[in-house]
């Protein structure tokens, strides 16, 4: 099964609220490098903005060991980010600025 190109931005900040902060996966599966017709690799790149500040993740992939480092790399930030919106509810809930939580 051939996969298929992700492709996802999305703006971070609610409506209204500064400009030029986004996420943007992009995810796909290109030739590889050998002559092997049947070689592939993935190119997959994670960016994030805000406020004119830009970090792009490359985790790319050519061989099993690149792939297991970059699948280690996404969900170990995975578990950070999931980690930290924990605590940020808890500082926000703590600081009286809570209000209504949105999902």
């Known amino acids: 099964?051939?996969?298929?190109?992700?492709?996802?931005?999305?703006?971070?900040?609610?409506?209204?609220?500064?400009?030029?902060?986004?996420?943007?996966?992009?995810?796909?599966?290109?030739?590889?490098?050998?002559?092997?017709?049947?070689?592939k690799r993935v190119r997959?790149?994670?960016?994030?903005?805000?406020?004119?500040?830009?970090?792009?993740?490359?985790?790319?992939a050519d061989t099993p060991a690149e792939a297991r480092n970059a699948l280690h790399k996404a969900r170990l930030l995975r578990d950070i980010l999931d980690q930290s919106v924990d605590a940020l509810e808890r500082a926000v809930d703590d600081a009286g600025l809570s209000g209504s939580r949105e999902g």
């Open 1 to 39: 099964m051939a996969f298929r190109r992700f492709y996802r931005r999305t703006f971070l900040n609610r409506r209204g609220h500064h400009a030029g902060a986004y996420a943007l996966a992009d995810i796909t599966t290109e030739p590889g490098y050998t002559d092997d017709d049947q070689a």
């Open 44 to 60: 997959a790149r994670l960016t994030i903005a805000d406020c004119g500040r830009v970090v792009t993740l490359d985790l790319d």
